[in-house]
C-alpha cells in the first residue's frame, strides 16, 4: 500500500505562482510512474503532467512552459511547480501513482485545491 499526500493548494491571482507537494509513503519512483491530475465539477479528471521512473518528463499542451514537474528522491515526493497560472487552472489536483511493474496497481492522493483568481 503506498498513502500520497497533496499539499501546496490555495487561492492566487492570475499571473501568480504555486507549488504543489506530493508525499509518498514510501520510495517507490524506481518504479512507478507519478502523474499529476487535475479536475474540475462536470468534467473529465484530466492529466496534467507527468514524470516517469527513468525521470522522463511529459505535460498537456494546455501547461506546457508554464508548470514543471520534477522529484525529490530523498524526501520522497513529487512536485507541481506551476507559475503564470491562469483562471482556467482552477481545479482540484490530485496525485497519482501507477507501478509500471506487474502487479499493476494504482494510487491516487486525496486532493489539493487550486483557485485562480482575477
Known amino acids: 500500500q503506498v498513502q500520497l499526500v497533496e499539499s501546496g493548494g490555495g487561492l492566487v491571482q492570475a499571473g501568480g505562482s504555486l507549488r504543489l507537494s506530493c508525499a509518498t509513503s514510501?520510495?517507490?519512483?524506481?518504479?512507478?510512474?507519478m502523474h499529476w491530475y487535475r479536475q474540475v465539477p462536470g468534467k473529465q479528471r484530466e492529466l496534467v503532467a507527468t514524470?516517469?521512473?527513468?525521470?522522463?518528463?511529459n505535460y498537456a499542451d494546455s501547461v506546457k512552459g508554464r508548470f514543471t514537474i520534477s522529484r525529490d528522491n530523498a524526501k520522497n515526493t513529487v512536485y507541481l511547480q506551476m507559475n503564470s497560472l491562469k483562471l482556467e487552472d482552477t481545479a482540484v489536483y490530485y496525485c497519482?501513482?501507477?507501478?509500471?511493474?506487474?502487479?499493476?496497481?494504482?494510487?491516487w492522493g486525496q486532493g489539493t485545491q487550486v483557485t485562480v483568481s482575477s
Open positions: 514524470i516517469t521512473s527513468g525521470g522522463s518528463t
Open positions: 514510501r520510495s517507490i519512483f524506481s518504479i512507478y510512474t
Open positions: 497519482n501513482a501507477r507501478r509500471v511493474v506487474v502487479p499493476s496497481l494504482e494510487y
